[in-house]
């Protein structure tokens, strides 16, 4: 925790940010009738994130909770750069290493090997690096036996501690964490768990997505609480607790 006369320097700042899906939905049989000819999808307009403005200062852990499609996982992916805002501005600052849904940025056809070396990669670690990191992700994934088997016949909880073992050793400023955790079984959570805390100890910035109340409590130093897209608690974590529940009610 930072002291209140000491500001911590702002590493990801989220004004004003939208964003925008475009859905096609089959159309009704009736519609249909009356279309005829034409395609039978019709295109919708879904703003995912709408209007959100946020503030993160290095070294604080933020639990970011909603229910099921409230844009969590959409606003994670803003923060990572990996899809664009369609309104608003993100500025970031330092390295980001992003553990998004199962599978992001993992090649399915290429071993495990050799998708540590491409994500290290994209992640801005040098070949070098990686060979003097690699022993290391791979112990901590645990998954030695099958580090040259191509990542498509992995298990769910495989992916995911490799996926982990590379986050964590590519030194990043700030890590997001998008529910993955969840997949993993029980001694690989407490180990990430604990991995998390050393980061914290050691001032990084984290952005942590759980639906365990239990994980937020015991991590976040702040909450947000997004529901429909719109942020509608952002404070500290015990009353954000109450407000994800509240949140649930008006769904
Ligand atoms: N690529 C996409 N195309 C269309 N709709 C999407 C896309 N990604 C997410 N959505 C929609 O945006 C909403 C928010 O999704 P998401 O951010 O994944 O929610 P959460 O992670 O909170 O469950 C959901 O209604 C989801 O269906
Ligand atoms: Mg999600």
């Not at 925790?1 to 096609?24: D, N």
């Not at 998390?196 to 997505?209: K, L």
């Amino acid at each position: 925790m930072t002291t209140a006369s000491v500001e911590a320097p702002v590493v990801v700042r989220a004004q004003g940010v939208s964003k925008r899906f475009v859905i096609r939905k089959e159309k009704s049989l009736k519609e249909r009738i009356v279309n005829f000819g034409r395609s039978n999808l019709h295109k919708e307009d879904f703003w995912a994130l709408r209007d959100v403005t946020l503030d993160i200062e290095a070294g604080t852990t933020i639990g970011l909770v909603g229910a099921n499609g409230s844009g969590k996982s959409t606003l994670l992916k803003v923060i990572g750069g990996i899809i664009q805002a369609n309104e608003g501005t993100l500025e970031r600052r330092g390295r980001m290493a992003a553990l998004l849904e199962l599978g992001a940025g993992f090649h399915p056809d290429l071993t495990g090997r050799e998708n540590v070396f491409l994500n290290a990669a994209i992640l801005g670690l040098s070949q070098k690096q990686t060979e003097q990191y690699f022993d290391s992700i791979v112990d901590f994934s645990e998954i030695r036996d099958f580090i040259d088997t191509q990542v498509k016949f992995y298990s769910s909880g495989m992916y995911v501690r490799l996926a982990f073992a590379i986050a964590v050793h590519v030194d990043p400023d700030i890590l997001l964490v998008d529910e993955v955790l969840a997949v993993g079984d029980e001694p690989f959570q407490r180990k990430c768990m604990a991995k998390i805390e050393e980061f914290q100890r050691e001032g990084r910035t984290i952005i942590f997505v759980s639906h365990s109340a239990e994980q937020i409590q015991s991590l976040c130093d702040r909450v947000v609480v997004l529901s429909h897209g719109k942020v509608v608690y952002d404070g500290p974590t015990d009353e954000g607790i109450d407000a994800l529940r509240a949140s649930f009610e008006g769904r």
